[in-house]
């Protein structure tokens, strides 16, 4: 089956940008959806399709693919954007959910 | 406004049931996929299961295939899963999330239901 590997844990100065990376397969076929979570909150969906933010998203957060990679990227990191990131995507099945193992971003 | 309200976790024993709600408002239940995702004590994400707009399909994880039964009521506004023969390793906190439009990629989240199985 599919799977999404992510980095356990990233950091980044506070103003600076980070990238965080999704890897897998099917990502060649769908694109990466990222969520924001932080302790003891629901998820929340940070990014969607190609380079989409809901409302009330910060512009700093932007998405992109390539190849089997998904990355996410906060431009100008904030000490509120300190949580753990979840890469997800549908599987070949086209009905299940995937998920990657999540990113802990630290913001120094 | 979007909300999803879950209720009816628990502690139960290993091989008990128990059946978590999710109580939706804001959006018309039949309009979307909706999925539970759950997330065991300091790990990451794990889809379990999800329900089409008109419930006509249901997909499970293989790990609950069997034991679980996710199923919705429209007049209610409701979303149920129905959990048998429990196992510690299914401990986790159970989230109710929405489809994305007409898609399975989930937008909006409840708060969660926190589900313990003892053995």
């Known amino acids: 089956s599919s799977e999404l590997t992510q980095d356990p844990a990233v950091s980044v100065a506070l103003g600076q940008t980070v990238r965080i990376t999704c890897h897998g397969d099917?990502?060649?076929?769908?694109?990466a959806t990222w969520y924001q979570q932080k302790p003891g909150q629901a998820p929340l969906l940070v990014i969607y399709g190609d380079n989409s933010r809901p409302s009330g998203i910060p512009d700093r957060f932007s998405g992109s693919t390539s190849g089997n990679t998904g990355s996410l990227t906060i431009t100008g990191a904030q000490a509120e954007d300190e949580a753990d990131y979840y890469c997800?995507?549908?599987?070949?099945?086209?009905?299940?959910?995937?998920f990657g193992g999540g990113t802990k971003l630290t913001v120094l | 406004e979007v909300q999803l309200v879950e209720s009816g976790g628990g502690l139960v024993q290993s091989g008990g049931s128990l059946r978590i709600s999710c109580e939706v408002s804001g959006f018309t239940l039949s309009n979307y996929w909706m999925t539970r995702v759950r997330q065991a004590p300091g790990k990451g994400l794990e889809w379990v299961a999800n329900i089409k707009r008109d419930g006509s399909e249901k997909y499970y994880v293989d790990s609950v295939k069997g034991r679980f039964t996710i199923s919705r009521d429209s007049a209610k506004n409701s979303l149920y899963l129905q959990m048998n023969s429990l196992r510690p390793e299914d401990t986790a906190v159970y989230y109710c999330?929405?489809?994305?439009?007409?898609?399975?990629?989930?937008?909006?989240w409840g708060q969660g239901t926190l589900v313990t199985v003892s053995s």
């Open positions: 099917i990502l060649s076929k769908y694109y």
């Open positions: 997800s995507s549908r599987d070949n099945s086209d009905h299940h959910l995937l």
């Open positions: 999330a929405r489809g994305l439009g007409t898609t399975i990629t989930v937008d909006y």
